[in-house]
């Protein structure tokens, strides 16, 4: 069964420093997403993403985030400048379209530790 | 703000017995709602959903009922079995307003006991 995959499982930085997530949604799907979700806190909704280009962001997605589709495979997630406050788990997911209920597939997360 | 909220963080049933989740949400906007389970270390997995014109969906042992008045929907398994112990998310979009990016809630902990 297709899945979303997400490298790296854990990432550990510095603060300050830029870190890349990775996804590879699902390869027939047209729409994809960042969730993150800080520790004891609920999933909140970062970007949404469709024809190569961002179609939705949150308020937490400020000028220190980008996301990249940079081949037909890949969906990438860019923190320019690490800050504390960053750390936390972060989903990638995908759906085939917008014609609902079609349900939002979630790749099994990167933590990312910011010290 | 909490457009959507799961007021209970957890709950213990015993195995055969029903489990009840419920979920409130704010937004009139929203038109669909979908509930999400996730295990430790894993991803949010989709269980099923329910349209804002819709009052109930069943899917085998799930079933989810809304009620626009109340603004609240409900989450229920029956019969309850181990492998159902998990943080179940509650989960709204508003795909007629251009936002598809979901609005959680923060999950209700099962625990189904022997």
């Known amino acids: 069964e297709p899945e979303v995959t997400q490298t790296p499982s854990h990432q550990v930085t510095q603060m300050g420093q830029e870190v890349i997530l990775r996804c590879v949604p699902i390869s027939n799907h047209l729409y994809f997403y960042w969730y993150r979700q800080i520790l004891g806190q609920k999933v909140e909704f970062l970007v949404s993403f469709y024809n190569n280009e961002i179609s939705e962001k949150s308020e937490i997605f400020d000028d220190q985030f980008s996301v990249e589709r940079p081949d037909g495979s890949n969906f990438t997630l860019k923190i320019r400048s690490t800050k504390l406050e960053d750390s936390a788990m972060y989903f990638c997911?995908?759906?085939?379209?917008?014609?609902?209920?079609?349900?939002?597939?979630f790749g099994p997360g990167t933590r990312l530790t910011v010290l | 703000d909490q457009q959507v909220k799961q007021n209970s963080p957890s709950l213990s049933v015993q195995e055969g017995r029903i489990s009840i989740l419920n979920c409130d949400y704010t937004?009139?906007?929203?038109?669909?709602f979908l509930w999400y389970k996730k295990y430790p270390a894993e991803g949010p997995t989709f269980l099923i959903s329910i349209s804002s014109i819709k009052d109930k969906n069943e899917d085998g042992r799930f079933t989810v009922f809304l009620n626009k008045s109340a603004k609240h929907l409900s989450l229920h398994i029956v019969p309850s079995q181990p492998g159902d112990s998990a943080v179940y998310f509650c989960?709204?979009?508003?795909?007629?307003?251009?936002?598809?990016?979901?609005?959680f809630g923060k999950g209700t902990h099962l625990i189904i006991q022997p």
């Open positions: 997911a995908s759906r085939p379209g917008l014609a609902g209920p079609n349900e939002q597939f």
């Open positions: 989960a709204a979009e508003n795909l007629r307003g251009g936002a598809d990016g979901l609005t």
């Open positions: 937004n009139s906007m929203f038109d669909y």
